[in-house]
């Protein structure tokens, strides 16, 4: 992670808990209704574990990962056990999950390294497993107003990496929302699913 975002979080992580009052993700229960019953989730940049917690809720087994310190406290809080320290390039797992949840993460991933994450991500994932991860769009990399970095890639760039992998989209869909800098903005949220063996 780029070192001036990993401090952002690492300093800010309870402030920025506290700037999102919704208790999960509007994209996780669609997302979890996809998976059969007792599926195994990796949550790929976790946060403060909100979403986790309501995987776990609904009978899910989570392995739930953040890349930030002070993240990881606040999720093992949550969960009342411990969550795992690991950066995206970090993800070794093969054919280990069922599903990926990357809610909000991976666009602080720089575009350079954005291929060779989600080539782990992908062989991380079994055969016909699903995977989720919504983006900031924009015209390329730059710092936000509070010094974090994001990839903001153009939609036809992102989806480009996207097709280099071995899954097929289920969905793309683009929206607009703000976030802790207060400014609206394109995003995409984008669910693939590995295709079979």
């Known amino acids: 992670m780029d070192r001036k975002t990993h401090d952002f979080y690492q300093e800010k992580a309870r402030e920025w808990a506290a700037a999102f009052p919704y208790a999960y993700s509007k994209f996780l229960d669609p997302f979890l209704e996809r998976l059969e019953p007792g ?93 989720f991860a919504n983006y900031k769009l924009g015209d390329g990399e730059h710092r936000d107003a509070l010094g974090r970095l994001y990839n903001f890639p153009p939609r036809e760039d992102l989806m480009a990496l996207y097709d280099t992998q071995d899954w097929e989209i289920v969905e793309a869909q683009d929206y607009k929302d703000g ?14 699913r590995k295709n079979p063996a």
Do not use: N
């Open 39 to 131: 599926a195994q989730i990796l949550d790929l940049g976790c946060g403060d574990a909100r979403d986790a917690a309501r995987m776990e809720a609904k009978g899910f087994r989570v392995d739930v990962t953040d890349g930030t310190p002070s993240m990881v406290e606040l999720a093992s809080e949550k969960l009342g056990r411990p969550a795992r320290l690991m950066q995206f390039g970090e993800l070794d797992a093969v054919e280990a999950y069922d599903a990926v949840w990357a809610h909000a993460s991976l666009h602080h991933q720089p575009f350079a390294g954005l291929g060779d994450v989600l080539g782990r991500v992908a062989r991380a994932m079994r055969p016909d497993a699903i995977f």
């Open 179 to 192: 976030g802790m800098d207060k400014i609206l903005r394109d995003w995409i949220a984008i669910t693939v």
